[in-house]
T-cell receptor
Framework: DAGITQSPRHKVTETGTPVTLRCHQT?????MYWYRQDPGHGLRLIHY???????DKGEVSDGYSVSRSKTEDFLLTLESATSSQTSVYFC????????????FGPGTRLTVL | DQQVKQNSPSLSVQEGRISILNCDYT??????FLWYKKYPAEGPTFLIS?????DKNEDGRFTVFLNKSAKHLSLHIVPSQPGDSAVYFC??????????FGAGTRLTVKP
């Protein structure tokens, strides 16, 4: 398995509170991604990063921000959580120079009450 | 706008038989296609991929077929095993790192 960890693995929070999810990799891959998985939608890209301090929006970026200050860490922040952001969040990494596959972390289950 | 569609939410097959999972896409710019397998409470794991310059790629019991004119790909698993029971996601990208996923098909292989 690629060395990808996510923290926390589970979180319950209340509407309006800020939440930060962390993704950490030990593979030195350049690209990192945040997805959310919801029934009937599969995985949808929120934001991705193509290098330190280089990020771009994905398909469902509204309400989310990201930061990447080090190669190994990619943070996803919900500034003011809403119930519609209840989901399972997956981090992924890839190295496009070697292959097109993305390797996924174990996921974070977030519940916003 | 779902650019990648898996129209069968679930599929049940008998152990030893063939499993065929289907996927359709709408974006003609997609040139790389992948299948991922996901067990409960785990992240998706890469299974097999195919480039648009090919129409078939095989890896052991898994074969992916691509029909570009129909914008359709399929994953064949033969013989199916109970351990193959999982959710399978089809994905496609245009090499711009914007990978689009289908909604998934839950495969159940009965002993």
């Amino acid at each position: 398995d690629a060395g990808i960890t996510q923290s926390p693995r589970h979180k319950v929070t209340e509407t309006g509170t800020p939440v930060t999810l962390r993704c950490h990799q030990t593979e030195n891959h350049r690209y990192m991604y945040w997805y959310r998985q919801d029934p009937g939608h599969g995985l949808r890209l929120i934001h991705y990063s193509y290098g330190v301090k280089d990020t771009d929006k994905g398909e469902v970026s509204d309400g989310y921000s990201v930061s990447r200050s080090k190669t190994e860490d990619f943070l996803l922040t919900l500034e003011s959580a809403t119930s519609s952001q209840t989901s399972v969040y997956f981090c992924a990494i890839s190295d496009p120079q070697t292959s097109g596959e993305q390797f996924f972390g174990p996921g974070t289950r977030l519940t916003v009450l | 706008d779902q650019q990648v569609k898996q129209n069968s939410p679930s599929l049940s097959v008998q152990e030893g038989r063939i499993s065929i999972l289907n996927c359709d896409y709408t974006n003609s710019m997609f040139d790389y296609f992948l299948w991922y397998k996901k067990y409960p409470a785990e992240g998706p794991t890469f299974l097999i991929s195919i480039s648009s310059i090919k129409d078939k790629n095989e890896d052991g019991r898994f074969t992916v077929f691509l029909n570009k004119s129909a914008k359709h790909l399929s994953l064949h698993i033969v013989p199916s095993q109970p351990g193959d029971s999982a959710v399978y996601f089809c994905a496609a990208s245009a090499h711009n790192n914007d990978m689009r996923f289908g909604a998934g098909t839950r495969l159940t292989v009965k002993p």
